[in-house]
């Protein structure tokens, strides 16, 4: 009997305890919530500089290993060095950077699309890109009538020899 | 022996709350799928005049406390059949989903093909937080009453929540490297989820190492409330910073055709990692007993001898 009585006491004194526990552990959960949360930590923790971040840092962009991120400016898409040679603009909101990169751009690289280009800002004013990164936003259509992915068109298309005979 | 069979079937009476899950799974599948499937390929409105964003909300809530009730009223032991049904169904949706993500559903104007991965990748970071977040909660009630059962539970939803989330940053990988150009980069979601992959790994190497049931229930308990922080950063990273992973898409801005395979997965893999949950916590419980029951009397003979 007094056994009993032992273990349910013993019981409620580590219930108590791993209550205490779950307090603590919750405090620390909370507080680490916070700091991430609330305390400044999304101005110091930066994925990438936009092109107006960029030039309002000025002389820090030069020669550093720096990630630029923004759209694809219209119109500015050049390859000039045969295909694995690449020149576009980026810009953002207020700010434009030239951009030159070695290498094929990943197939979704177009025009007024988001990328991330890893590199640094050159002397010579335009920013040179070792690793081209194409970000795309949360948009999923299926692709309209008379788009080019519209798979009944295009396998209409392959199977007749329409196109073909205007040349 | 027939006879002995026979009662003790009998006398395992039916599980109440599975009748209630079931009911709210099916509330969360006929606004979540069924509708759906009506308007798009039968021309039939089924939704009651009920708006969209109700729709969805009920969905996601009655899919939500379908699968958590299925897991709280589980007493650890006895008839699999209900586990055994919601594997069985569990697989007909993910049949479902796969049908529809390969051979009905578009490719995405931009993306293509590719973007079918989708169908699989966000229905995977959809249950990997969920069952993070019960392993979380078992952890309160464990530490709470200290009912055996939620160390059980929470065992089970780690264990699950690890493989899904390997599952995801696997899936994220085959899907950004001809999307985004890479495999892998240091992009807070990315970053973030590879922390909460590492973390829960973690807490299941640390209930490895401790041998005394107590101990390990108590610091895997604080450890998984603790590293449970890193879930609500997963979601809001892409809100908070600025990221190459886009925003968590809604039904407004995904084309209907791509809800159905989405959706099915989705339901498809809730229903697996229950199951899951359930059976790994069956195991885990099983185990308890045996280490929590008493060491066997020594016998007074032996008592004897040893004297």
Known sequence: MSNVANNTSASDAMRRKTRRFMIAAFAVAALAFIVIAAGGINKNLVYYWTPTDLHANGDKAYGAAIRLGGMVAPGSIKNQRGVSGLEFDVKDATGVVHVKSNGVPPQMFRENIGVVVEGTMTRAGYFQCNRLMVSHNNQYR????????????L??????TEGLSDK | MTESVMTSTQTEK???????????LFV??????????????MNADLSFGLPLAVRTLTAVLGGLLGAVIFLLGDRLEGSTSTITLLLVVAVVFLIIGTYFGLYVAPPEQFMGEVQRIMYVHVPTAWNALLAMTFAFACAIFFLFNGDWKWDALMEGSIEVGVVLAFLLCCQGAIWAKPTWGVWWDWDPRLTTTAVLLFAFLGILALRKFV???VRRGVWSSVATIIAYVDVPIVYFSVRWWNSLHQLQSNPNTVSKPFWIPLRANAFGILLLMTAFILLRARVASLRLKNELAPPPA??????????
Not at chain 1, 155 to 160: R, T, V
Not at chain 2, 14 to 24: D, E, G, H, M, S
């Open chain 2, 298 to 307: 020594l016998l007074e003979s032996e008592l004897g001898e040893v004297v």
């Open chain 2, 14 to 24: 039916r599980n109440p709350w599975n009748a209630i899950a079931i009911a709210l």
């Open chain 2, 28 to 41: 969360a599948i006929y606004f979540g799928l069924i509708v759906t499937v009506a308007d798009q390929y």
């Open chain 2, 211 to 213: 041998d005394d049931p």
């Open chain 1, 142 to 153: 299926a692709p309209k009538a008379g788009h080019p992915m519209n798979k009944q068109e």
């Open chain 1, 155 to 160: 396998e209409k298309l392959m199977k007749s």
